[in-house]
């Protein structure tokens, strides 16, 4: 892959590459705890990801709603007659978890494309919670 590039530019492009993988996860990641903890906040939103499929073999994380990926930024009317509240303003928090912590980044990035603020990713979605949970 850095063939192509000049070795010149080579070794920045890796260094701004390492360096986001770094930060990157102290700036935008939900812990176990914090997520263990959203029943007590109903200003969060904790939105699985995954498919309905996924969720009958598996169970969810208390607290959360099934919103799969691929509708993951559905209108105020639809959102709140399908989960019971309102839709999230653009500076709400919300969590986006799923399997095992990819999904989540393309969740992330449609809800940022949307203008939501204050998203942030439970890397370790639902294989963590389930492991933690003795599930």
């Given at each position: 892959m850095y063939l192509s590039v000049p070795a010149r530019k080579s070794v920045p492009c890796r260094l701004a590459y390492q360096l986001?993988?770094?930060?990157?996860?102290?700036?935008?990641?939900?812990?176990?705890?914090q997520v263990k903890d959203v029943p007590n906040h109903p200003e969060i939103y904790l939105i699985d990801v995954r498919e309905k499929e996924e969720l009958r073999q598996t169970g969810s994380i208390?607290?959360?709603?099934?919103?799969?990926?691929?509708?993951?930024?559905?209108?105020?009317?639809?959102?709140?007659?399908?989960?019971?509240?309102?839709k999230p303003g653009k500076d709400s928090k919300i969590i986006f978890s799923c399997r095992s912590g990819k999904r989540v980044l393309e969740a992330e990035k449609i809800a940022k494309a949307q203008g939501f603020s204050n998203v942030v990713i439970y890397k370790g979605s639902w294989l963590e919670w389930a492991q933690r949970e003795g599930l």
């Open positions: 986001n993988a770094i930060i990157r996860p102290l700036c935008n990641m939900a812990t176990y705890e208390p607290a959360s709603l099934n919103i799969p990926c691929n509708n993951v930024a559905p209108g105020s009317k639809e959102f709140k007659s399908s989960y019971g509240r309102d």
